[in-house]
């Protein structure tokens, strides 16, 4: 048995198989390796640490026997063979929408929608929470916790109910209604912050610090955490028929989704699930809360903190943990950063919707207006195979196109009223 002196919590009473073909935490500034534990950053340098693994042969097949959910993945993922047995939300498994409507508006040859909208909570976090509840139960941790921006309270209020344990959720006072009455529902503790989400997340890892056995899901089991975002890269590969797209556009936040994507595709190739071909990382942002994209275009390594002020909460994160990691994963990539301005966000949720009947939350908007507007700067290849990603419903911030949208006419109930009223 072990004793790790930045937690003081003891190893060595881990199940065998507990973090399934996981091996060891690693991390990513420096390489030094930790061992796996409810541990997040390096005890040399204080980077961020992300799972390593030895992974054994893995075929299509196998994974195509599995269920329709992440779990059919868990031989990439740091989770135990026997997770499907667990009380989750077996979130996963969402539509790859062909989008030949919104294609045609926009001049490109092939587009595609991966809408993860159609998770149990309705944004890709509940992808993310499996995972971490997946560690927590493994690490012995008794509360699933987070600081949310709105999706990932209602994907750990959900969870921790199915999974019948207490969760506490800190969310900044100015959230969304629908998203705290969504996350209230569950039970739960929930705390409103009178502070911006950044404000939030640092009295969360003040809270984690002195209580050892709760998981912020999102703070000290992140390592496990991000690890649920490559589910949506392994997904598209396997719905176009086990290959990689051209093009991607991934909504960016503290940036994991879009880093543990490219993860995703690059863990198939090694495995040989899937032809090693060339695919670019495009990162979308509110030009309100860019602070990625703002250092992307002035060719900077650093991210400067912003503070956010746009209507795509969600996405509202001004001093983004994986900030770097993005620029490095874009530049690599040969991808690009670019931002859109709140009108265009509204703007993007109605093409969505107009085009492919997909109603999508602000960050689907800005994900939808900045496909546009790389398009429209040359920036995208339009003959490309392109995929963008829906990452969560538009029923929960219904605001953002309430204003501009409503009944064409208010009539008495008689077909005379109909006749005249002016429906054009
Ligand atoms: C959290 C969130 C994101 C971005 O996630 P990161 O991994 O933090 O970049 C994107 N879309 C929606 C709807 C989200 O809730
Ligand atoms: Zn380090």
């Known amino acids: 048995m072990s004793i790790d002196t930045a937690t003081h919590r003891t190893a060595g009473s881990v199940r065998a198989g507990a973090f399934g073909n996981a091996t060891h935490l690693r991390c990513r500034a420096c390489g030094a390796s930790a061992e796996l534990g409810p541990h997040y950053a390096c005890l040399e340098c204080f980077g961020p640490l992300e799972v390593g693994y030895a992974f054994p042969s893995v075929t299509r097949e196998q994974i195509e026997a599995g269920p329709r959910s992440i779990w059919r993945y868990q031989p990439l993922l740091p989770v135990p063979a026997d997770v499907g047995s667990f009380r989750t939300m077996d979130p996963g498994g969402t539509r790859l929408v062909r989008a030949d409507n919104l294609a045609r508006e926009l001049g490109l040859a092939k587009l595609w929608v991966k809408d993860d909208s159609g998770n149990p909570t309705h944004s890709f976090k509940d992808r993310v929470v499996a995972v971490a509840l997946s560690a927590a139960r493994e690490l012995g941790m008794k509360v699933l916790a987070c600081p949310s921006t709105g999706n990932l309270a209602n994907a750990v209020a959900a969870a921790a109910a199915r999974a019948g344990i207490r969760s506490v959720v800190l969310i900044p006072e100015d959230l969304e209604r629908p998203k705290v009455v969504t996350t209230a529902v569950y039970g739960g503790t929930l705390v409103a912050v009178r502070g911006s989400y950044d404000d939030v997340n640092k009295l969360a890892q003040e809270i984690a610090s002195e209580q050892e ?15 649920g975002s490559k ?9 176009l028929g086990w290959r990689l797209p051209d093009q991607v556009v991934i909504p960016v936040a503290s940036g994991s989704q879009l880093t543990k994507v490219d993860k995703g595709f690059g863990e198939l190739v090694s495995l040989g699930l899937v032809e090693d071909s060339p695919y670019r990382i495009f990162g979308a942002q509110a030009q309100g809360c860019s602070p990625v994209s703002t250092a992307f275009k002035q060719g900077h390594d650093v991210v400067r903190p912003v503070k956010p002020a746009t209507i795509a909460k969600s996405l509202a994160i001004g001093n983004p943990a994986d900030g770097p990691y993005v620029l490095d994963t874009v530049r690599r990539t040969d991808g690009a950063l670019e931002d859109v301005t709140d009108e265009e966000v509204r703007a993007g949720i109605a093409l969505l919707a107009r085009t492919e009947g997909i109603f999508a939350e602000t960050a689907g908007g800005v994900t939808v207006a900045t496909l546009k507007k790389l398009v429209d700067a040359g920036q995208l290849d339009p003959e490309a195979e392109t995929v963008v990603f829906n990452t969560g419903d538009g029923l929960k911030t219904l605001d953002a196109v309430a204003g501009r949208v409503g009944p064409g006419a208010t009539i008495e109930p008689d077909y005379a009223a109909f006749l005249a009223a002016d429906l054009s």
């Open 213 to 227: 056995d709760w998981a912020f899901v999102n703070v000290n089991v992140r390592p496990y955490y991000a690890e």
């Open 231 to 239: 589910t949506l890269g392994y997904e598209v590969a396997e719905q």
